[in-house]
């Protein structure tokens, strides 16, 4: 696999676009100056790379906390935490604070090992997850020609982890949960990929920075050449962002850990610093899939219209996060958790042929566009993808998909 | 060299431990952990790709399906799995020596060509490859995964009759279609048990 290490061009070493990678550049040039090895060098840069983004995720994921519960109360016409200095702004301090200094129970009957890897095994993923992804136009932590292949790989680790720490727990809610988890991980993570093909195939390459930057440019002088705004894209960039609250287990996707049901389905038996690490890892994997969203649909760093190419472009992408993640805020204080029968259902009947109606469109939109032939791309695709959602509409409303409840134990 | 001196060694372990241990769920991650391992072996040789797809497809997918299968199939207990042990030594290694001999004469053929220096075939040429020369490899790959789900969601459920209705039914997508009452009549709304006085 070759890593490409951020070539610089030598502009002004404080000008805004390069400012998150000027710790990078300090160290770099402090280890040539000082005549050290090429290998230490890269491996350096690559830290201290890694180490930004770190930085700024954990900080986000503090404040997240606190703005999630804020938002919440907000919707909820409450106040929310006001106590920890002016507007709660202490408040993710002082939760640090209580998770680490509370008293780290491990069950009886619990796998020792497995319980103290499986927290760990959860962080690890969505922080390596969060490194191929490009912030900005310079500023992609590592580059990688497999970027998105790598994302998925990854993340198809959290699986396993979530199913361990439900196992090793040696208790009922925690396994219940580590089921629920993986079925919805498994079969959400299909549609996710299935709608990302489609990016994949109209871009034509793996490789996360060029995506993005074949999505640069304007149609009509102001519309921004995103991939949302074509007709695949805009059904695959739903189903992904769908599919994606699904893979993050929130609302109203959190069956695995539906506390109204099983307690915290596989975070139930952890206590103190292990659980914050679940919430870590939970949250990271949020900025990572959301990023990955904002980057293949949402155009990543570029600007969304001409003339605003003086802003830095990775205050662009991180907006564009937050927008995001603002939505799946909103979405978590207005839905109702889903059935498990329900879930399935819409991830199998609904999502997957959705998204699996993505990739012919997009092989027919590039070919057209491809021969200059914009318009009738428009004319056949979006027919292809309104005509299918219309039948299964008809379908799901006539009860013919959709399923009514059984009982198995309770009525007898 | 480096990469595979240090792999090697923890793919056997692993491996083994995968054989050796009793409880069904270890075995499962340990295979986990073996699996990952020569991902990280493809990727160490320079096959990005295949150590990346190996990580999604066996680790993401394989050995998620293999624990899942545990948790509903409830295997048997580990001591009954122990008492079997010295039975299924004699058998187990007669089926594995052919395979060592084999492997060991693939790689005495080979070894005498140096290896050349490793170069990643780009993903443009795996995929124009994949679609082309080993395409009908591939479908009839898709075909038999195919008639294995099918045929693994026909199984799941209690074959009584066979027709298309059951086979929709089976897939999970009519659930009412093959039942009489409620293709015409409403389903009853939930109803609150009767209250007593």
């Known amino acids: 696999m070759t890593l490409l290490l951020a070539q610089a061009e030598e502009p002004s070493l404080w000008s805004p676009e390069w400012l998150p990678l000027l710790p990078q550049r300090l160290v770099v040039d402090l280890l040539t100056n000082w005549g050290a090895p090429d290998w230490l060098v890269s491996l350096a840069a690559t830290g201290v790379a890694a180490g930004v983004v770190l930085g700024v995720f954990m900080t986000a994921f503090a404040l997240l906390s606190l703005i999630e519960r804020k938002t919440l109360a907000r919707v909820q016409n409450r106040i929310g935490p006001n106590r920890a200095g002016p507007f709660g702004i202490l408040q993710p301090v002082a939760d640090g604070i209580k998770m680490l200094t509370k008293e780290d129970i491990v069950p009886a009957k619990a796998e020792k090992l497995l319980h103290l890897l499986a927290p760990i095994l959860i962080v690890v993923p969505a922080i390596l997850a969060l490194g191929v992804i490009p912030y900005g136009r310079e500023w992609t932590p590592v580059p990688m020609e497999l970027g998105l292949l790598f994302f998925f790989a990854v993340g198809s680790l959290t699986e396993l982890s979530v199913f361990m720490a439900g196992w090793a727990s040696g208790s009922k809610f925690p396994m219940l949960g580590a089921m629920r988890a993986i079925s919805q991980m498994v079969s959400y993570e299909l549609p996710l990929v299935l709608s990302a093909i489609a990016v994949i195939m109209v871009s034509g390459t793996l490789s996360l920075p060029d995506i993005v930057n074949q999505q640069g440019g304007f149609h009509l002088g102001f519309l921004p050449a995103w991939n949302i705004l074509t007709p695949w894209g805009l059904v695959g960039g739903l189903v992904f962002f769908v599919a994606s609250i699904a893979e993050a287990n929130r609302c109203p996707f959190d069956l695995p850990e539906g506390e109204s049901e099983i307690v915290a389905g596989h975070m139930t038996e952890y206590s103190g610093f292990k659980y914050a690490l679940f919430f870590m890892g939970e949250y990271l994997g949020l900025f990572a899939i959301s990023g990955l969203g904002v980057t293949l649909f949402l155009g990543g760093w570029q600007a969304p219209l001409p003339g605003l190419d003086f802003v830095p472009s990775w205050i662009w992408f991180f907006g564009k996060l937050a927008a995001i993640i603002f939505f799946f805020l909103w979405i978590r204080a207005t839905y109702p958790r889903l059935r498990m029968d329900q879930l399935m259902r819409f991830g199998w009947l609904g999502l997957i042929p959705v998204s699996l109606l993505t990739i012919p469109a997009a092989g027919i939109w590039t070919l057209l566009w491809r021969a200059d032939h914009g318009l009738l791309a428009w004319v056949i695709t979006v027919p292809l993808l309104l005509v299918p959602y219309a039948i299964m509409t008809v379908l799901f409303n006539k009860r013919l998909v959709r399923a009514n409840r059984t009982y198995r134990f309770a009525e007898s | ?197």
């Open chain 2, 1 to 197: 060299m480096i990469s595979l001196l240090i792999l090697a060694p923890l793919i056997l372990l692993a491996a083994l431990g995968a054989v050796w241990k009793a409880r069904p769920v270890h075995a499962a991650l340990l295979l986990a952990l073996t699996l990952s391992l020569g991902g990280a072996l493809y990727i160490a040789l320079g096959a990005g790709f295949l150590g990346l797809v190996q990580f999604m497809v066996y680790v993401g997918a394989v050995a998620v399906l293999i624990v899942f299968a545990l948790l509903i199939t409830r295997p048997r207990d580990e001591t009954e799995e122990i008492a079997r042990r010295p039975k299924s030594v004699l058998p187990g290694l007669l089926c594995t020596l052919p395979l060592v001999a084999v492997l060991l004469y693939a790689v005495g053929r080979n070894v005498a060509e140096p290896a050349a220096e490793a170069k990643e075939l780009p993903i443009e040429r795996i995929g124009e490859l994949l679609f082309t020369t080993h395409a009908p490899a591939v479908l009839a790959v898709a075909v038999l995964l195919t008639a294995v789900m099918l045929g693994a969601a026909l199984f799941a459920r209690e074959p009584k009759s066979f027709g298309v209705r059951r086979l929709a039914s089976a897939l999970g997508a009519t659930e009412e279609l093959g039942s009489p009452q409620s293709a015409d009549k409403p389903a009853p709304a939930f109803q609150n048990p009767p209250t007593t006085k």
